[in-house]
């Protein structure tokens, strides 16, 4: 059986964080399959009982993209426990 080799050229990849109740944050286009992970974010809250409720029970959303042609379609998703 011959393997598909599928060519990175024209694809672009990039990650979304979703967090608490801020907009969506996404990762710099990075040229091929490989995504750019060396981004810092901050996210700035007022530590309440509320805020602390949160991050004890609910998780981070982080998403993978592939783009091509302006068009992006997810095709991982993953969640970091807080």
Do not use: C
Not at 4 to 16: A, D
Request: charged residues 20%.
């Amino acid at each position: 059986m011959d393997k598909q080799v599928i060519s990175e050229e024209g694809f672009n990849t990039f990650i979304s964080i979703e967090f608490f109740d801020h907009e969506t944050k996404t990762t710099e286009l990075s040229n091929g399959f490989k995504p750019n992970y060396a981004t810092q974010f901050a996210f700035w809250n007022e530590v309440n009982d509320f805020y602390l409720n949160h991050l004890d029970r609910w998780m981070m959303q982080v998403e993978l993209y592939l783009s091509k042609g302006g068009v992006a379609e997810s095709i991982g998703k993953g969640f970091i426990v807080l």
